[in-house]
Every structure is written in structure tokens, then in C-alpha cells.
């Protein structure tokens, strides 16, 4: 089982606000990931990271921002939330393998529900 | 682009029933596959994983898929199904040089008891 740590588990915030969700891991795994997830939809990649001082934005286009300044911390900003913004967001970390040895298996955090009225 | 498919949006099944969501995948390269469950405001937990050689493959819970690849299906199967199975099953494709993951749009399985 991974260890991967969000918090909050839920947040309901109004229009506006600027908001951080935390992501940590204590595997020291190297890669980090954020996924959306719209309910009973898929999971889209928002952000992702290789190592420290190391992120790039995924497919899906988002207007949050990310940091990787410690191996094990991956927070994610809103500057200023709106209702388009609510969704689940889910941190994952992989450790990574090498083309040698297949690919890198990603373990999910239990996710953030954020709401914005 | 690499895409993955989940035919069916919503599976209902009895309590001691066999079990098989299906799970297509479009890649051109070896893929490596994934199928994660997600349990109601929960994060997602990995069942099993195939990078390569035996094409059937055991995972936690009870869970099995096969892989074929003249089908392009990664099957999830499960000969008896509990009430605690109930949750979203998601199909995930990747491959050596991809930097994520792509997932199904998940299946949702109620266990009727």
C-alpha cells in the first residue's frame, strides 16, 4: 500500500479565494502527477513533475499552478477560485523504472473533493 | 494517441456472481496496462498491472485480466463477486516513453445482494 497524503479530503470555498492543496509521499519516489476528476468521468492530467524544481502541465489545460521544492511535497494553487474549478483532484507518485524495467506504476493519494460556490 | 475504452458505463451484478468489465486500448507501441478501483470519495487503488510475459495476470481482491493483444482488451475478472467490490473500475494504458498515464471513462459496479 502507497503512501500518499492529501489534504483537505474536502474543501468548499467561495468565488475568489486563493487555495492550496497539499500533496505529500514518504516513498521518495521522483515523479508526481495531478489528475482532475469530474464525477462518474475519467481521470484527466493536469500536472506533473520528474524531481524537484522539475513540473510541466499535462493534457488537460488547467489554471492552477504547482511547485516542487522537496521530493515528497507537490502542492497545487488556485490564485483565485471559481466554480469551474470544482472537481477532485488526485495526487499520484510513481518511482521510476527505467525502459528496462517496464514503466512506472503511479499509487494515488485519496484525493481532494473541491467545491467553489 | 493512445485512447482506452470502457464499453460499459454501468455494471450491476448479484452478490456471488462471476464478473468481467471489459477494457479496449488504441496504442501503437507495447502498452502496459493498469486497472484501478475507487471506492466512493476515495482516491484510487491499484488492482493489477501487466507490463509483459504471462498474459493472464493475479491482482488483489480476487481480481485476474487477460491480456490480448489480437483483441486489443485488457478484461478485468473476478469469479465471485462481494458487496465490497461495489465502486468504479478504471482501465489504464501507458507505455515505456509515455510520461502518463490515459484512463477509461471507468465502469461503476453495483453488487446486488
Known amino acids: 500500500e502507497a503512501d500518499i497524503y492529501q489534504t483537505p479530503r474536502y474543501l468548499v470555498i467561495g468565488t475568489g479565494k486563493k487555495i492550496t492543496l497539499e500533496c505529500s509521499q514518504t516513498?521518495?519516489?521522483?515523479?508526481m502527477y495531478w489528475y482532475q476528476q469530474d464525477p462518474g468521468m475519467e481521470l484527466h492530467l493536469i500536472h506533473y513533475?520528474?524531481?524537484?524544481?522539475?513540473?510541466e502541465k499535462g493534457d488537460l489545460s488547467s489554471e492552477s499552478t504547482v511547485s516542487r521544492i522537496r521530493t515528497e511535497h507537490f502542492p497545487l494553487t488556485l490564485e483565485s477560485a471559481r466554480p469551474s474549478h470544482t472537481s477532485q483532484y488526485l495526487c499520484?507518485?510513481?518511482?521510476?523504472?527505467?525502459?528496462?524495467?517496464?514503466?512506472?506504476?503511479?499509487?494515488f493519494g485519496p484525493g481532494t473533493r473541491l467545491t467553489v460556490l | 494517441a493512445q485512447s482506452v475504452t470502457q464499453p460499459d458505463i454501468h455494471i450491476t451484478v448479484s452478490e456471488g456472481a462471476s464478473l468481467e468489465l471489459r477494457c479496449n486500448y488504441s496504442?501503437?507501441?507495447?502498452?502496459?496496462l493498469f486497472w484501478y478501483v475507487q471506492s466512493p470519495g476515495q482516491g484510487l487503488q491499484l488492482l493489477l498491472k501487466?507490463?509483459?510475459?504471462?498474459?493472464l495476470v493475479q491482482g488483489i481482491k480476487g481480481f485476474e485480466a487477460e491480456f490480448k493483444r489480437s483483441q486489443s482488451s485488457f478484461n478485468l475478472r473476478k469469479p465471485s463477486v462481494h458487496w465490497s467490490d461495489a465502486a468504479e473500475y478504471f482501465c489504464?494504458?501507458?507505455?515505456?516513453?509515455?510520461?502518463?498515464?490515459?484512463f477509461g471513462s471507468g465502469t461503476q459496479l453495483t453488487v446486488l445482494p
Open positions: 516513498m521518495g519516489h521522483d515523479k
Open positions: 513533475s520528474y524531481g524537484v524544481n522539475s513540473t
Open positions: 489504464a494504458v501507458t507505455s515505456g516513453s509515455a510520461r502518463q498515464l490515459t
Open positions: 496504442y501503437g507501441a507495447t502498452p502496459y
Open positions: 499520484a507518485s510513481s518511482e521510476y523504472k527505467g525502459l528496462a524495467g517496464g514503466t512506472d506504476t503511479q499509487y
Open positions: 501487466y507490463f509483459s510475459g504471462d498474459t
